[in-house]
């Protein structure tokens, strides 16, 4: 074998190595979870529940839902449900729900199917990461095939009063999770 074989054999090795790598790379960075999205609503409601911050984030396989309140709460303090309204096919429509109330196993995360007269598609249970706040963790599948910007807002459902409801964002949807 000649120098300029060998060189040659080098130089091919070389270049199908960076190749490898590069596509690795990519496929690596393409299966990581998005960033996670913060959102700020005001201090708009006489409710403890009052919603302060709307976190989100959206991995390959998991859908990730918190809200937030301006003040602690404590379960026996939800009288209401927090809940999502999600367009997730894009379509200018709500699709999916998701609930955020208690029950006597403690905090609980339903997700339900708006085009079928809110039909159950399944439930887990919540987190509570700190005093003033409620997540949940739930299967990406559980939303269909998500190929555009999921719009969103998040709300409180079931208040006794006006004073005690809150929209965020106030008008609108969020764009992305």
């Not at 190595?17 to 979870?33: C, I, P, R």
């Not at 939800?78 to 709500?94: K, T």
């Not at 719009?151 to 764009?175: K, T, V």
Request: glycine share 10%; net charge positive.
């Amino acid at each position: 074998m000649s120098g300029r074989e060998g060189s040659g054999r080098v130089r091919r090795l070389l270049v199908v190595t960076t190749m490898t790598f590069v596509l690795v790379g990519l496929a690596t960075q393409s299966a990581e979870a998005g960033p996670i999205r913060i959102r700020v609503d005001p201090n708009d409601s006489s409710s403890i529940l009052d919603i302060h911050r709307v976190i989100t984030r959206l991995s390959p396989t998991t859908m990730y839902l918190r809200l937030t309140s301006w003040d602690r709460f404590r379960l026996r303090d939800m009288q209401v449900v927090w809940g999502f309204a999600l367009d997730s096919f894009g379509g200018g429509r709500v699709d999916r729900s998701v609930g955020i109330f208690p029950t006597g196993k403690g905090l609980m995360c339903a997700v339900f199917n708006a085009h079928r007269n809110l039909q159950l598609i399944g439930q887990r249970h919540a987190t509570r990461p700190d005093r003033r706040s409620a997540a949940c963790h739930l299967p990406r599948g559980w939303f269909g095939h998500i190929d555009r910007a999921v719009r969103f807002r998040a709300f409180i459902n079931g208040a006794n009063s006006r004073a005690e409801q809150d929209n965020a964002p106030d008008i609108g949807y969020y764009r992305w999770i």
